[in-house]
């Protein structure tokens, strides 16, 4: 890997990523493609007359706007040889509420794809997944392999939905490969958990999706939730860009937390309340178009854990996680969750 | 642009040591360095604790982390009694239990930190022992014998008899095991999967370290080393009716497949006192799968005193080990693969509990 081109990147998760690989020696330049004005934290990043960083704006959900970058003399003279699929989440908890786009999702991870195999310089591509793909048994101990199937449940909630078919665009990629372009094309699908990072902040989670403020969940459920701090998660795209061959890979942190502790402790206090009731509100706010509420407020993530078996990825991309997660008072005396390098 | 001319931000160069470590409570993306975040963070916590600005719960929660989770691998073994001391809090607690027993617990304690992957949970542990030592002591009034056929470490599948509508012969075993080994052992009992659909049930059995009973979760607890406690009767077992009670109904098998694939010893057990504790007059069965229910029972008391009839009557327990079967040890791990010789095996086992059984009563 040489040149790595990261998509969302003028999102929390994707801020982080371009950090870490510009940090990279084995990382030549880093195109950071986002919808919004250059994020201020790649300010120091972007100084110099051939600065290693640079910043595009693309709306990734439109395709002509996609298709125009990606065949674009400016990106052939990039050389990009490595593509990082950010999709598209939560804002911080301060700034205004991005809301998911959920069909948008699928729509990005389609069109990326598909420049990615179009492109003839691009040899890897790392997609984020979420574990929040996998079906859930009823209990607070299903211990999810790679192999574990799929919520395929057609009433799951759209949100899950969405990040399954992304899932399964990538997946199909990793084992189906038939044309000659593709096979020349290393897809590496990294499936997190719910991710923390420095601040209280929280992506990833169906649950605590969007802006802090209160949330519900089924009164008598409280599920494990693994985590993964933010900063691991680039390490593990790092490590990912260095696979050798394509792969889904579960990556996790040590840490498993229950729900009401995790929204708790990152400014999401999980409310609880009677499950047919939230039942019928989530049917409710289906009709009405709402799908990110509706699967904020029922699904089986809401009841039932999980944790992660993260085997193969220490196995075949060599990642262990390096930060733990726990409560701690932070530098504006708030009582937070934190990543901890151990 | 050289490394030395990066800006430092926090984050560290994946290809080697860490550039500067961000301090705890910083803005993660601003220059740091000073002390170990680590040391930095533990103080934290100890100052949180000394300021007691917190709940114990929550200070209990703040120190979660400290170590590495214990399932990430095999769990540590617990250090015998003799070289256990009780803090402040057990040592009230032993005022009440006796000093013997809060040493175990702190035995137990001392082994777990924040939640396993299956939701065991250290606080839930210790707020839950008193009232369960109370229910063995003085409600159940539990006698047990033959605790040397316990394995001392190692996985090991405890076998036994179910019955009495609500699982306390479940809750008796696993104190009874905890309260009668040196290092104590707290075994991991496997719950039907109907357990883990109940509101407030799911979480209380996560946290005292039940286990929903599905294979994955029996593989890898043996495969950590745990001791499980395993029902083959299942749901059958606790709404048989009276006229059936002592008799065990139709053994599951899967737990012989398990022990041969873990070279686990099963240790076959009697509990005696369940089947007395609530005696099933009637199984309406077609109401219990209208209503999705394992069994709607008519007993003595129930459903004539609401929910209050589905209460245990203090019954006393009488729980006996019999000698460990070693099935691997005559048997190579492909035999669980063929279910003629599972069943049969299974079978040895489901005699062993019933001569146990009628032995003890």
């Given amino acids: 890997m040489a040149n790595v081109l990261v998509t969302h990147a003028d999102l929390p998760l994707g801020r982080r990523i371009v950090k870490v690989l510009w940090h990279d020696p084995e990382v030549e330049r880093v195109v950071a493609l986002g919808e919004g004005p250059v994020p201020r934290a790649f300010g120091t990043y972007r100084i110099g007359a051939a600065p290693r960083l640079v910043y595009e704006r693309v709306d990734l959900a439109r395709q002509r706007a996609v298709a125009d970058f990606f065949k674009s003399k400016r990106l052939r003279s990039l050389e990009v040889d490595s593509i990082v699929h950010v999709p598209r989440h939560g804002a911080a908890p301060e700034g205004p509420p991005v809301v998911a786009k959920v069909p948008t999702r699928t729509a990005e991870a389609r069109l990326v794809l598909h420049h990615a195999i179009e492109a003839r310089g691009v040899r890897n591509l790392v997609a984020l ?91 008598g459920f409280d599920p494990l939730c693994p985590v993964i701090a933010d900063k691991d998660v680039a390490r593990a795209v790092c ?71 993260t085997s193969r990825a220490a196995r075949e991309l060599g990642f262990e996680p390096r930060y733990r997660i726990g409560v701690t008072r932070a530098g504006d005396g708030a009582m937070r969750l934190e990543a901890v390098a151990v | ?64 982390p400290r170590r590495e989770n214990r399932t990430a691998a095999a769990p540590e073994p617990a250090p015998r009694l003799a070289e256990v001391e009780l803090s402040p809090e057990l040592r009230r607690l032993s005022r009440l239990v006796g000093e013997e027993p809060a040493r175990r617990l702190s035995a137990l304690l001392g082994r777990l930190e ?75 009992a496997i719950v039907d999967r109907w357990a883990g659909s109940l509101p407030f049930v799911n979480v209380f059995f996560a946290r005292v370290g039940q286990v929903v009973g599905t294979h994955e979760n029996l593989a890898r607890l043996l495969a950590d080393g745990e001791s499980v406690l395993v029902f083959p009767e ?3 077992g606790i709404r048989k009716p009276i006229t059936q009670r002592y ?53 003595p008391t129930f459903p004539w005193f609401g929910p209050l009839g589905l209460l245990p009557y203090p019954v006393r327990y009488r729980i006996v080990y019999g000698e460990p079967i070693r099935f691997h040890e005559r048997f190579a791990v492909r035999a669980a693969e063929d279910p003629a010789v599972v069943r049969a095996l299974a079978g040895q086992v489901r005699r062993a509990v019933q001569g146990l059984i009628d032995k003890s009563r």
Wanted: aromatic share 6%; proline share 9%; hydrophobic share 45%.
């Fill in chain 1, 129 to 219: 997944s979420s574990a929040f793909v996998y079906k859930l048994a009823p209990g607070n101990a299903n211990h999810l392999t790679e192999r574990s199937e799929l919520d395929l449940d057609p009433e799951v909630a759209a949100e899950i939905r969405a990040w399954i078919d992304c899932d399964m665009l990538f997946q199909a990629q990793v084992s189906g490969r038939t044309d000659a372009a593709s096979r020349r094309l290393r897809v590496v699908l990294l499936r997190l958990p719910t991710v923390v990072a420095s601040g209280g902040y929280v992506y990833w989670n169906p649950a605590l999706a969007g802006a802090a403020g209160p949330r519900v969940r089924p009164a």
């Fill in chain 1, 239 to 309: 490590a990912a860009l260095r696979a050798r061959s394509s792969g889904v890979f579960n990556v996790a942190g040590r840490e498993l937390l229950p729900l009401s502790m995790l929204g708790r402790w990152t400014g999401r206090p999980c409310v609880p309340v009677p499950g047919p009731l939230l039942r019928a509100a989530a049917a409710g706010a289906a009709r009405l178009g709402r799908e990110t509420l509706s699967s904020a407020i029922h699904g089986p993530h809401l009841r039932y854990g999980m944790s992660l078996d």
């Fill in chain 2, 1 to 64: 642009m050289s490394a030395d001319e990066r800006p430092r931000d926090g984050v560290e160069e994946p290809g080697g040591a860490p550039a500067a470590r961000p301090l705890l409570g910083s803005d993660p993306f601003a220059e740091a360095g000073g002390p170990d975040p680590l040391d930095a963070w533990l103080d934290a916590l100890d100052q949180l604790a000394a300021r007691g600005r917190t709940t114990a719960a929550e200070a209990a929660e703040a120190s979660l």
């Fill in chain 2, 114 to 188: 924040g939640y396993d992957r299956f939701g065991l949970s250290r606080p839930a542990v210790q707020q839950a022992f008193p009232l369960f030592y109370a229910l063995y002591r003085l409600y159940f009034r539990v006698r047990s014998s033959g605790h040397e056929h316990i394995p001392a470490d190692g996985p090991a599948l405890l076998v036994a008899n179910h019955g009495g509508l609500l699982p306390f012969d479940g809750a008796m075993a696993v104190l009874d095991v905890l309260l009668h080994t040196d290092p104590p052992r707290l075994p991991r």
């Fill in chain 2, 234 to 236: 299942g749901v059958e």
């Fill in chain 2, 247 to 299: 008799r065990l109904q139709r053994f599951h098998v899967g737990f012989v497949e398990h022990a041969l694939r873990a070279r686990a010893p099963i240790v076959p057990m009697a509990i005696v006192g369940s089947d007395d504790q609530a005696p099933v007059l009637f199984d309406l069965k077609p109401i219990a799968r209208l209503l999705g229910l394992p069994t709607v029972p008519i007993t």
